[in-house]
């Protein structure tokens, strides 16, 4: 039940995994975080960890901004056998390792600060989608509008007396503030000076000084853009969890007897044997054992067209089953399925906060208790020592205590990164984390792997020429019958291609592989051999002519082996991993974007050099070991680079743990890659790191646009304050309306 305390990678960059420091989710009842200290998704509370201590996890449905997690934190951290909490707030679910005998102690602790706790069960892990909690009546709302617009109407025609005016805003204001009230009240207590606490000071200001319609209509204008703003932000929230919704929950599975019947997914074992029908969601990760069809997995890859599946062929949970009838036999749980990591990632990257996010938290950490300081001495100062009067100056402290909350500033962030996440995801690249999304747009240098990145990693023949005239038409069928009793890879492609051509294979008696230079056997009597240039060197069948023949091809980045009986060479073969046509695309791409290039392979420089031309590459580096890849990493950033590196095997490690982003062949079953890597492309296509690098460009872009308008507004209507020109009601629509503002701009990233 030990969960870990920190998920940082082995990186030498900073990878900051600490919560999101100003994710503004809100819901009905849950309004805004402004101000609040960003606190860790994982916040050990002792030292050592005991081995008695057990974890108990409960949804709490008001739990979902950094606002509720410090309270919980505090709160919580006072108690005694708290060892360790664990926030999940896209699924509002707390985990505490504990050594307490039971929850109550935990429930209450939380109930004390107007939460209510609900205790999930040992096998629930949090992970599916939090219930959407009930939503609030809208009639208290609209009735409270309508008291509060009478109470001004009344209030300018003179036309009854005052009490009647504090009667209706005060119907207002405990129609729709009674919330508000209560969670100021709660922040005030922890001294901390959120939204809800300043909106709670101002509005009762504005009833001590007998500003009865304004104190009622800004309590009601900050109510209904709350409800605006959640549903706005709940937005975002969806874009996430709505891939907890691709996956089925029933499953056709194979029972002992023979039978199908549906079973719930989270129920069925590993090995099982499950059916999905032409139209069905596939509900867990499998190979396909048969049947033949074509999978839309979009959901998981990002590929806009369908694939092809037959026996042998792997499906992920949460793609769609689209021609034909397939089984398959389930390779991971529901809980660790391909589409089950994806979504445990994505929330995890909430964690690692952009520089601009980390920025803004310490700058609203210290912006709001300043602002709240300077309000108090606008109040007291001038009427104290200025001569001023007293109603003037203490009103526009509470204009300038709701105009200046950095709600705006504070909102813009989190909403823009969680919407690129989402956006990226959806496009099949995980990112795991804002610090990567914002990164992604200073690279200007990108290192690649070869095998695997650039090329499929699979070897095709390109090339036969027969060299021995009497062989004409037998050359190939003899070559494919010695390379299909062997498992190296360029045998098996030169029996490939014989099989595609339907050529007719041999009985091999005497077969023999000889190490590191080929095989030998006998066919119809005559003893054959298929080697490399140094069988033909060792046999003494070499020639000036052939070595010419061979040079031309090597230097193309061929391999070639050869056909040889006791008189000298039969017939050549070349074999050449091929490239994907998706490469060429990326890297023309990626020079647009202004990104340079290297390749990073251990194959001969002949090689390397010749992939690297054929996709243009600006340069390649050949007979590379791993520490060598690393090296030339080093040597890049040494040149003032700033430097990403693409590879999909543990010889790529090193080098792709000392890069600023780590790119990851994620795809074909590579479970290891979407843990370790900052950035999966999950259907292994290259273009998708120019996409990442665009969206990483346009998410700044709009992260500044937010802050201009979050501080630009705020200064004009300071001024204005400060002129005696701002009503609080015109400061309500100032702070909600920018508010508004940046997070519809934060959502344009959704549509990329």
Excluded at 200 to 217: C, D, H, Y
Aim: proline share 4%; net charge negative; aromatic share 6%.
């Amino acid at each position: 039940m030990n969960q870990p305390v920190s998920h940082e990678h082995d990186h030498e960059h900073s990878h900051d995994h600490a919560q999101d420091g100003q994710r503004q989710c809100h819901d009905a009842h849950a309004h805004s975080c402004c101000g609040t200290a960003a606190a860790p998704a994982f916040v050990q509370l002792s030292e050592t960890a005991s081995d008695s201590a057990r974890l108990s996890r409960f949804r709490i449905q008001a739990m979902d901004c950094p606002t509720e997690q410090t309270l919980i934190q505090d709160k919580l951290g006072k108690l005694a056998g708290i060892e360790q909490l664990e926030f999940n707030l896209i699924n509002r679910v707390l985990g505490v390792r504990h050594t307490l005998s039971g929850t109550a102690e935990i429930e209450r602790a939380i109930d004390s600060l107007g939460m209510k706790a609900e205790p999930l069960a040992e096998e629930d892990d949090g992970g599916a989608l939090a219930p959407q909690p009930s939503k609030a009546h809208w009639w208290p709302l609209a009735l409270s509008g309508v008291a509060a617009i009478a109470a001004e109407i009344v209030h300018f025609s003179g036309r009854a007396p005052e009490w009647v005016v504090a009667a209706l805003a005060l119907a207002a204001i405990l129609g729709c503030g009674l919330g508000t009230y209560k969670k100021g009240w709660i922040a005030l207590k922890n001294r901390n000076l959120n939204i809800n606490a300043l909106m709670s000071i101002a509005v009762t200001g504005a009833v001590l000084i007998g500003q009865w319609p304004e104190a009622a209509m800004v309590m009601v204008l900050f109510t209904v853009a709350e409800l605006i703003e959640a549903r706005s932000l709940d937005r975002a929230r969806n874009a996430i969890g709505g891939l907890m919704q691709l996956t089925p929950d029933m499953a056709t599975v194979q029972q002992a007897d023979g039978q199908w019947h549906e079973v719930e997914v989270r129920h069925v074992a590993i090995g099982a044997q499950v059916r999905v029908r032409p139209g069905e969601r596939i509900g867990l990760d499998g190979e396909v054992t048969s049947g033949q069809s074509s999978v839309d997995q979009a959901p998981i890859t990002g590929e806009s067209l369908p694939v092809e599946k037959a026996a042998g062929d792997k499906l992920f949970a949460g793609t769609i089953n689209q021609a034909g009838a397939l089984e398959y036999r389930v390779t991971a749980a529901a809980g660790q399925s391909t589409l089950a990591r994806i979504i445990k990632a994505v929330e995890e990257a909430q964690g690692a906060r952009a520089p601009t996010q980390r920025f803004v938290d310490t700058f609203s950490r210290i912006y709001t208790p300043a602002v709240f300081a300077f309000a108090l001495a606008v109040a007291v100062i001038p009427p104290l020592f200025m001569g001023g009067a007293w109603y003037d100056w203490v009103y526009r402290a509470l204009v300038l205590l709701v105009v200046a909350c950095p709600c705006a500033l504070v909102i813009s962030t989190p909403v823009t990164i969680v919407s690129g996440l989402a956006a990226a995801a959806r496009k099949g690249i995980l990112i795991k984390g804002g610090v990567y999304l914002e990164g992604g747009r200073k690279l200007d240098f990108l290192a690649l792997d070869k095998t695997g990145t650039i090329t499929y990693g699979k070897p095709v023949q390109t090339d036969a020429k027969v060299l021995d005239p009497r062989f004409e038409g037998r050359a190939q069928a003899l070559a494919a019958s010695l390379a299909h009793r062997s498992d190296h890879p360029v045998s098996g492609a030169v029996a490939q291609f014989a099989k595609a051509q339907n050529l007719p294979l041999s009985e091999v008696s005497e077969f023999a592989a000889l190490a590191g230079r080929g095989v030998r056997g006998n066919i119809e009597g005559e003893t054959y051999h298929l080697g490399n240039h140094r069988l033909v060197e060792e046999l003494g069948l070499c020639s000036p002519q052939l070595e010419a023949q061979l040079d031309v091809l090597e230097r193309q980045g061929k391999t070639v082996v050869l056909l040889l009986d006791r008189s000298g060479p039969l017939a050549l073969f070349a074999v050449a991993d091929t490239v994907k046509d998706t490469s060429r695309q990326a890297i023309a791409e990626l020079h647009a974007l202004g990104i340079k290039t290297v390749m990073l392979t251990g194959d001969n420089p002949h090689t390397a050099q010749a992939i690297a031309a054929e996709v243009g590459i600006d340069r390649a580096e050949g007979n590379l070991l791993p520490a060598d890849k690393l090296q030339s990493i080093e040597q890049l950033y040494a040149q003032g680079h700033r430097v990403g590196m693409v590879g999909d095997g543990i010889n790529d490690a090193p080098a792709l743990a000392r890069a600023e982003i780590g790119f990851a062949m994620a795809a074909a079953g590579t479970d290891t890659a979407i843990e370790t890597a900052d950035v999966a492309l999950m259907d292994d296509d290259l273009r998708k790191i120019p996409a990442f690098v665009r969206l990483s460009r346009q998410s700044a872009a709009i992260l500044t646009q937010n802050i201009v308008l979050a501080l630009g507004i705020k200064a004009i209507f300071l001024a204005i304050t400060f002129a005696g020109m701002a009503t609080m009601w015109m400061a309500v629509f100032a702070d909600m309306g920018v508010s508004l503002l940046v997070v519809f701009n934060g959502l344009r990233l959704l549509r990329k």
